[in-house]
């Protein structure tokens, strides 16, 4: 797999691993860490950045974001997504620069353009004053050679509320209130300049106290580390690390894709046009930019994660529900929204492993299987999967579905355009299945292998599952222990 931070991942998992191993072994202290600082980064020479001194203190902020900190000790902040702001000093001060195209002509038109006096000529080119600068694009629209080039910062290109900044010294900023927590900008900066908080060390307090600590594995977990890790495999896994037990979240998707049909068949009635509840990104593109439309059309259904949880709680009231998936959002659903009855952490499937072989375990093929789920539940990894999945369950109960148009948004832009359509009321189709991701979770940012590698292997052990109805499979689930109603916990949910 080859992605833009591929040293920055291995980066952080390093110090995950590290920060793990010292937690399993009831060594973490300052002096401990410091240590592991020091290992990483040796000197006297530096290995990836200009000094060992800048590695020991990017290495610093990574540690507090591995201990569930903010990564600044100076600077809180509330988002679960945070700037290393020492490693985030290597970009261009300023998007527009000149390039060896310029001519000096004698027109200076890019010159004459610009009304912030932020163009001066050189011996060589024209040149360009950061500090002057107001990004306007005239003089690049000016210039006859197109010799001056537009330069997108790469955590800036895939946001797609337009969330991040620049201060003064050129260092990213997040605007909290605009940030729908996708966690595309992380793997898009190849300095690792962006990263996002760790629960490893609540996770393994848990289970080094005696806790009952269930893990729940997203669908798009099948397949992230080939073909013979199969669901069962995982589970052996986790169980040998402390976990009392692993649930397959796809088990969700079949709660959550039985419930959502009841509220389609009620909205085809009412002749009222819906948007589906699964993925956290899109719930907090809604909630912080189009609130109307996450009043009026969110449907009222918990995630499969917070179903699994929800689960997971009504049989062991005092348990500890972990989710592990590709989704930097579903940290943000854990932690930041207040669901009740959510998951209590969330790790990303690197931090999964970094955890596992902190205490020298690895994943392992097995010879037993294991199936919570249908597979539709396991379809909900993939665009398009939740919609086929609740149009599943409603032909389970005898209702006509070809009528119905369903508008599959992957990708944040995608969605976006869903999302104006169906504010403007030009929605054509009866309802919107959004995943910020492109392709789905399959595709998330923290995904552990690409994505044509993942859909192979998925299609492999996928293969393998029976073929249960989703409704048959739910029959054996006590879905009256429990509410599947966002806000609510203990009351139950609809039949």
């Not at 959502?260 to 719930?283: D, H, L, N, V, Y």
């Not at 944040?412 to 929605?427: H, Y």
Request: with cysteine.
């Amino acid at each position: 797999m080859i992605r833009n931070d591929e040293g920055a991942v291995a980066l952080k998992h390093r110090v995950v691993e590290g920060i793990s191993r010292l937690a399993w072994n009831d060594e973490l202290n300052e002096d401990t860490k410091d240590e592991l600082i020091h290992s990483i980064s040796p000197g006297p020479h530096a290995t990836w950045r200009c000094c060992v001194y800048k590695e020991r203190e990017i290495l610093r902020w990574r540690i507090r974001l591995a201990e569930n900190k903010d990564a600044s000790p100076l600077k809180p902040v509330n988002n679960i997504i945070q700037v290393i702001d020492p490693a985030c000093e290597e970009c261009p001060l300023s998007s527009y620069a000149v390039t060896d195209n310029c001519r000096l002509c004698l027109g200076k038109a890019c010159l004459n353009s610009c009304r912030f006096g932020a163009i001066t000529m050189t011996d060589t080119r024209a040149r360009i004053d950061p500090n002057k600068c107001r990004e306007c694009g005239m003089c690049a629209s000016a210039c006859p050679y197109g010799a001056i080039a537009h330069l997108i910062r790469p955590c800036k290109r895939p946001c797609p509320v337009d969330a991040i900044s620049y201060d003064e010294y050129g260092i990213c900023v997040i605007n909290e209130e605009k940030c729908i927590r996708c966690g595309q900008c992380i793997h898009s900066c190849p300095f690792g300049a962006i990263g996002s908080k760790v629960h490893v060390l609540d996770i393994i307090k848990a289970i080094k106290e005696g806790k009952q600590v269930y893990a729940m594995c997203a669908p798009a977990i099948e397949g992230q580390y080939g073909g013979d890790i199969s669901m069962a495999a995982i589970r052996a896994a986790l169980k040998k690390a402390g976990f009392t037990d692993m649930v397959e979240v796809g088990l969700g998707g079949d709660m959550t894709a039985a419930y959502e049909s009841a509220e389609w068949a009620e909205a085809i009635g009412e002749g009222r046009k819906m948007t589906t509840s699964c993925c956290p990104a899109f719930i907090n593109l809604l909630m912080r930019h189009y609130p109307d439309v996450f009043e009026k059309n969110m449907s009222s259904i918990v995630s499969p994660m917070c179903a699994v949880s929800r689960f997971l709680k009504a049989r062991h009231p005092d348990c500890i529900t972990v989710f592990i998936g590709p989704c930097i959002a579903k940290k943000s659903e854990s932690q930041e929204m207040g669901i009740e009855g959510n998951a209590d952490y969330v790790l990303t499937f690197g931090e999964m492993t970094s955890m596992l072989k902190g205490k020298d375990i690895e994943l392992e093929p097995v010879a037993e299987t294991y199936q919570e789920s249908s597979v539709f539940g396991k379809g909900f990894a993939s665009s398009g999967g939740v919609a086929s999945a609740v149009i599943e369950c409603m032909k389970e109960r005898g209702q006509d579905t070809d009528a119905i148009k369903v508008r599959k948004c992957t990708g944040g832009k995608d969605c976006i355009v869903g999302v104006k359509l169906l504010q403007a009321g030009r929605l054509p189709e009866d309802f919107i299945e959004a995943m910020i991701c492109e392709g789905g979770c399959v595709g998330g940012p923290s995904r552990h292998a690409a994505e044509n590698e993942v859909r192979k292997a998925r299609a492999s052990l996928i293969a393998q599952a029976d073929r249960r109805g989703i409704l048959d499979n739910l029959e054996d689930y006590p879905m009256d222990s429990f509410s599947m109603v966002r806000g609510e916990m203990n009351r139950p949910g609809r039949d």
